[in-house]
């Protein structure tokens, strides 16, 4: 890891604690980071674990999120789910030496960066896989934790509504509409109750009230009205 830059202080509050587990080698948790500006609002996640850290999308890169990271160990992987979500990947894989993964249809948007590209899926170990869900952008993508009954990182491809449940939100920059209720589809086959509890969505968040992440995840998923959204 290199030497952390000169920063001002203190901008932002710490990463909020969403998930923690005490497990025989040490905690298991998920951390939530404050929406950052460089994403437009987007919420970034840190998973925290003995097998190497994930940060999921760039949050602000200042002084309060560099000293977290240091304090947890770094980060093995950063993955990022869409190309709105990159902010600051270059400065923050200088700093903390890590691998970035991204689906390869936005691997371009990184030039000069050591990128890990994957297609149409990507294990990183047994715990954690990349999965692409095309729609929102070309290549949008989740990061499925299976730890606390299965977690789904799902970056702006579903994010809560007014109501705070999970939903497809189609607006003027979606990619291809199709494609994303297909992607949606598709997540529906390959999970389930048991193995599907929460969502961490990349945006919006503020709609989930205090919350800071989906429960019963798979039940609000299948109980969407597909056609309607078609």
């Given amino acids: 890891m290199c030497p952390l830059p000169q920063q001002p202080s ?21 951390f939530a980071f404050p929406p950052n500006r460089d994403t437009l609002g987007g ?17 602000a890169l200042d002084q309060t999120n560099q000293e977290f990271w240091r304090s947890h160990g770094g980060v093995r992987w950063l993955f990022i789910t869409h190309r709105g979500a990159i902010g600051k990947a270059a400065e923050i894989q200088q700093i ?3 691998e970035i993964l991204i689906q390869e249809q936005e691997a371009y948007l990184l030039p000069g960066l050591t990128v890990t590209a994957f297609s149409q899926e990507f294990t990183l170990d047994s715990t954690a896989q990349a ?5 929102h952008s070309p290549g949008s993508s989740c990061l499925y934790y299976s730890d606390f009954g299965g977690v789904l990182f799902s970056g702006r491809h579903l994010v809560p ?7 497809p939100l189609r607006t003027a920059k ?6 994303q209720i297909k992607s949606l589809q598709s997540l529906l086959k390959r999970f389930t109750p048991e193995t599907l ?12 009230r205090g919350k800071g992440l989906i429960d019963q ?9 597909l056609s309607a959204e078609c």
């Fill in 10 to 30: 203190h901008t932002t509050k710490p990463p909020r604690l969403l998930l923690s587990d005490t497990v025989p080698l040490g905690v298991n948790s998920i």
């Fill in 43 to 59: 919420t970034a996640y840190f998973i925290a674990r003995n097998e190497g850290n994930i940060l999921i999308d760039c949050p």
């Fill in 96 to 98: 903390l030496g890590c």
């Fill in 131 to 135: 999965i692409w869900t095309p729609g």
């Fill in 161 to 167: 509504n007014l109501q705070g449940e999970p939903t």
């Fill in 174 to 179: 979606t990619f291809h509409w199709p494609r």
């Fill in 197 to 208: 509890h929460y969502i961490c969505p990349g945006a919006n968040t503020g709609f989930l």
């Fill in 217 to 225: 995840a798979y039940q609000r998923l299948a109980d969407l009205d």
